[in-house]
């Protein structure tokens, strides 16, 4: 049984309780589903629901630091691209890093710019972050949008009423990639 939630109401005692599940969330575009990037039976759960084959998902960062600690990187593209509406597509500096995640040697980090995403960076772990729509169907702008085949199988939902609906842009070595 999910739970929504306004995301202007989360606190850091919410925060806290979303460890170790699956939440629907608002970011700087549309809305995404997610969970602790550490948690691969988490993130297996979010294949599942998405009906999604091992395509890589991307991770909002918890900080720059984690970045640059995780991720072979130009600290400029970083600066110029985020926090905002872009996906970095950057080289893992462990292949094995986040395998669950993303399998090859890359990996999409996320910064949204937007008021949820400074709160549940305060985890200070990376969080998955995919579409919360079905694999391969038009991203999702409200909630009442979200088919209910999904919102049964999440825990929370944080609404922030209707997001702008385009996608992130994809940046890969420098240039951006239109989807």
């Known amino acids: 049984m999910q739970k929504t ?13 979303l460890k170790n599940k699956i939440f629907i969330y608002p970011t700087d575009t549309i809305y995404g589903i997610g969970c602790d990037a550490t ?4 993130i297996k759960k979010i294949r599942q629901i998405k009906q999604r084959d091992s395509k890589p ?11 640059y600690q995780n991720c072979i990187v130009d600290e400029k593209l970083v600066k110029k691209y ?26 999409g980090i996320r910064v949204p710019k937007s008021a949820f995403t ?18 391969g169907e038009k991203p999702i702008t409200k909630i009442s949008e979200i088919p209910k085949k999904i919102l049964k199988k999440v825990n929370f939902i944080f609404e922030e009423g209707i997001l702008n609906g385009n996608p992130s842009t ?8 239109k989807r």
């Open 118 to 135: 400074k709160k549940i960076q305060k985890l200070n772990i990376p969080i998955v972050t995919t579409s919360v729509n079905l694999s």
């Open 5 to 17: 939630i306004s995301s202007e109401k989360v606190n850091i005692k919410i925060i806290k309780l």
């Open 82 to 107: 985020l926090p905002g509406k872009y996906t970095l597509i950057l080289k893992k500096k462990n292949p094995n890093f986040l395998k669950e995640v993303s399998d090859n040697n890359f990996i």
């Open 170 to 177: 994809i940046i890969l070595n420098g240039k951006e990639i």
């Open 39 to 42: 948690n691969s039976k988490l």
């Open 57 to 67: 998902f991307s991770v909002i960062a918890p900080n720059f630091k984690w970045i």
